[in-house]
């Protein structure tokens, strides 16, 4: 029985990921393909997997995005969720926070100013936080070559399958 759990970090610079037991790692960027290459990729699952669960990061807008972006994340986000639908892929929204701390993933620590609300220089930077992110996936595949883009639909796939292997 050919089981796989599949990963999702919506938005423009993610990716879905799929794990398995025993075969290479499969990925799909999303800046590096078009919704018809979407649907294949997870179609394709859909058809060649008995077993397979997807967890798909809860994500959403951000204040201070552009309008356009807010609108171009959410037609992505939805679409997605419509492929997981339309192949039968079961999935589960999961908020970074939750699957993040079941792996044992420190939060990105920011500091405000009380008054404005604005992040403080002395944060970690988001690119910080993102190197963080992908050590994490090296560390657990290191014989996979992990960039920003990929490290954090490596670890949500990963965190699919421990919560469906109950090894969390």
């Avoid at 951000?62 to 892929?89: D, H, K, R, W």
């Avoid at 929204?93 to 939060?107: E, F, G, H, N």
């Avoid at 920003?148 to 969390?168: F, G, H, M």
Wanted: one cysteine or more; proline letters at 5%.
């Amino acid at each position: 029985m050919k089981k796989g759990w599949i990963g999702i970090d919506p938005g423009a610079t993610g990716a879905i990921v799929l794990l398995t037991d025993g075969e290479p790692m499969r990925t799909l960027r999303f800046m590096n393909s078009t919704n018809k290459e979407t649907h294949k990729f997870l179609n394709d699952i859909a058809f060649e997997y008995d077993e397979v669960f997807c967890i798909l990061e809860a994500v959403h807008a951000f204040p201070g995005m552009a309008a356009g972006a807010v609108f171009n994340f959410g037609e992505s986000y939805g679409f997605v969720q419509g492929v997981l639908v339309s192949t039968g892929i079961p999935y589960e929204l999961v908020t970074p926070q939750s699957w993040m701390k079941q792996m044992r993933i420190p939060k990105r620590e920011v500091q405000r100013d009380p008054v404005t609300k604005k992040e403080l220089p002395s944060s970690e930077s988001k690119t910080d936080y993102k190197r963080r992110l992908k050590q994490k996936a090296e560390e657990l595949y290191p014989t996979v070559k992990i960039t920003n883009d990929t490290a954090d639909a490596i670890l949500i796939a990963d965190y699919c399958k421990r919560l469906k292997t109950n090894t969390l």
